[in-house]
């Protein structure tokens, strides 16, 4: 219902703006709250309200946008019941309140205005008892620049471009505005000045045009830069990565919190040179700054750019990689098949082994660079080979392990990635999953392959963590929080193990001897894989049911690969590889393929 706009009658506009009480919101003011009275109902004339439906001590999620010409409390009005959500301004707004009683007067006179509210009512109800968080997509971005040293006019031109192959983008600068409206100087009207209500409603109607306004700011103290900001849905914060972290006496600025549920959203977007390998002290940028989330981009890197528009327009893909222990070798094969398929990989989210290997992904490593890491960590020596002579905390010392996970990933934390990562696990402390978003990367990957009985816990933060297959074997919530568009799901877990068709196991001599005889392949489970299997079983029906929820749902059953079998990583990689392959051929990959990156894919076999 697009009241404002006049969708439904000229006469029906004017009566709402001149019953109604015509109301100023502040960006990150509530207009009303969750269970409040519903006595009125508002009209948006310009800005963005965002609905957000609390969930108690846990928080809250974002259900929806409001925009102009849209109305919103009119379910509480008309059903007489408590609002059903919490309404707020995602940037400074103007909004038209209209009365209990100036409503009876407008009904009286546009009886159709019922049945259009009372379809409103039922496409909202749906979306507050939905599952899926409404995709944070941002139309209106301004750009501020924490650092003079940072070319902020080749980042907007890099960023313009890489948003226009989505749709239009007008760049809006100083210069521009004052051209334009020719207002006497609106760049520098404050927010109380008539000028500021008539950049208000040129910015609407460009938002109308196009898909997204790129706000370019150069100065933070500056009445234009104040401009921005309050018209914004995503404030992106640029820094040159190789700079000092400190922030600047101006920064107070954009310390109005992470923007979730406090006007728009803040990101710190750094900026690497050219031909880095890899980011580096993210976490001393992030550390002083309330953001909602980072993103490295390599200047004039066009794919880096393409991954931050995704985010930006709510679009980026999400890979969930799941734990399995050496089975995870199939993980190889399906990462290359998304990229030889050109489906962008925006940011990673794993358990176990599949951490590992989202990791390699996230640091924007190659198929052979990753395929060598495995090779020379797994296969060529049993990462958990290092028996414990007095198994008082485990089987194994897990010494081997910790010098591989040092060896491929160094000093990085775990925000020293070029996508987004994160990896689970479980946290025996205070028995609960754990997302690791920070911290030395080595370190959380040890804490998400800690086989409870196998390998020793991981300290970290005076808590005990151990492998995150136990409690989130396959991370779906977490990537979805993290705000991606789609999210690609691979689930390693298979519905039957091999059945013991003797009767009764074998015993030590007639296991080494089948080993012997069929070149060392075994016929029924050792140790680690009935460890393994049954500390899985938690998760893995958890798994199972998240297949519905996802995007794309892989599922390779590498059943024929043991938990510990560690020569096995050219058969999980092939394995894994045709599997995703035949999945691809037979699905719609419409809107997920990035033709540039299908290009490069090819170039690279050919």
């Known amino acids: 219902m697009n009241v404002a706009h006049g969708s439904e009658s000229p006469q029906l506009t004017d009566d709402l703006r001149s019953l109604g009480e015509w109301v100023r919101v502040r960006g990150g003011e509530r207009l009303f709250r969750q269970g409040e009275p519903g006595d009125s109902m508002y009209v948006v004339v310009s800005g963005r309200l965002v609905a957000l439906r609390e969930r108690g001590s846990s928080g809250h999620r974002v259900v929806g946008e409001i925009r102009p010409g849209e109305s919103v409390g009119e379910m509480g009005l008309l059903a007489r019941q408590p609002r059903s959500a919490t309404v707020q301004a995602s940037r400074d707004s103007v909004v038209v309140r209209i009365s209990e009683e100036a409503f009876r007067q407008i009904v009286a006179e546009h009886p159709r205005l019922v049945a259009s509210i009372a379809r409103l009512m039922a496409r909202r109800s749906t979306e507050l008892v939905g599952a899926t968080p409404a995709r944070q997509r941002a139309r209106s971005i301004a750009i501020v620049p924490l650092r003079r040293s940072v070319r902020c006019a080749d980042f907007v031109e890099s960023l313009r471009r890489a948003m226009g192959r989505r749709g239009p983008t007008l760049v809006v600068d100083r210069a521009r505005v004052d051209a334009v409206l020719s207002a006497n100087g ?13 950049l208000s409603r040129w910015l609407d109607e460009q938002e109308l045009r196009h898909d997204a306004l790129l706000h370019v700011t150069d100065e933070l103290d500056d009445p234009w830069t104040a401009q921005c900001l309050r018209h914004a849905d995503v404030i992106l914060m640029l820094a040159p990565a190789g700079e000092s972290p400190e922030p600047g006496r101006d920064e107070r600025l954009l310390a109005r919190g992470d923007g979730d549920a406090e006007g728009a ?27 909602a989330r980072h993103h490295h981009v390599r200047s004039r890197d066009d794919d880096d750019f393409r991954r931050l528009a995704r985010h930006l327009a709510g679009e980026a893909i999400g890979l969930v990689l799941g734990g399995g ?39 924007d490593w190659d198929d052979d660079e990753i395929e060598r890491a495995h090779r020379e960590g797994f296969t060529r020596r049993n990462p ?6 007095i198994p008082h905390l485990a089987l194994v010392r897990g010494k081997r392990l910790d010098t591989a996970l040092q060896r491929w990933f160094g000093t990085r934390d775990v925000a020293d990635t070029w996508r987004p990562f994160f990896c689970m696990s479980a946290n025996l402390t205070r028995a609960r999953p754990e997302a690791h978003r920070s911290g030395p990367l080595w370190r959380a990957l040890r804490a998400s392959v800690s086989l409870p009985g196998v390998l020793p816990p991981v300290v970290m933060d005076g808590d005990l963590h151990v492998d995150g297959g136990l409690l989130d074997n396959l991370p779906v919530e977490p990537m979805r929080r993290s705000g991606v568009g789609r999210i690609i799901a691979v689930d390693l877990t298979v519905g039957n193990e091999r ?4 009767g009764e196991l074998p015993s030590a001599f007639e296991s080494l001897k089948r080993r012997l005889l069929s070149g060392g392949r075994a016929d029924s489970p050792g140790l680690g894989s009935i460890l393994v299997r049954s500390m899985m079983l938690p998760s893995t ?24 079998e ?9 394995l894994g590889y045709r599997y995703a392959k035949r999945e691809l051929a037979t699905r719609d990959l419409r809107g997920w393929v990035d033709e540039d990156v299908a290009l490069a894919a090819e170039a690279d076999l050919a």
Do not use: C, N
């Open 541 to 564: 029906q958890r798994s199972q049911e998240v297949a519905s929820s996802v995007d794309l749902f892989l599922e390779p059953k590498p059943a024929d690969i043991g938990f510990v």
């Open 499 to 502: 059945r013991m068709t003797g």
């Open 384 to 389: 958990i080979g290092d028996y414990a002579l």
């Open 265 to 291: 959203r803040r990101e710190l977007v750094l900026v690497h040179p050219r031909g880095v390998r890899s980011p580096a002290g993210t976490e001393r940028w992030i550390a002083p700054r309330a953001v």
């Open 325 to 363: 222990a050496a089975r995870g070798f199939a993980h190889l094969g399906v990462v290359r098949a998304l990229r030889e398929a050109g489906i962008p990989i925006d940011g990673v989210g794993g358990s176990s082994q599949g951490a590992i290997v989202g990791a390699t992904v996230a640091l």
């Open 566 to 574: 560690w020569k096995a990583l050219d058969r999980g990689i092939e």
């Open 186 to 198: 609106a760049s520098r009207a404050k927010g109380d000045d008539a000028r500021s209500l008539v």
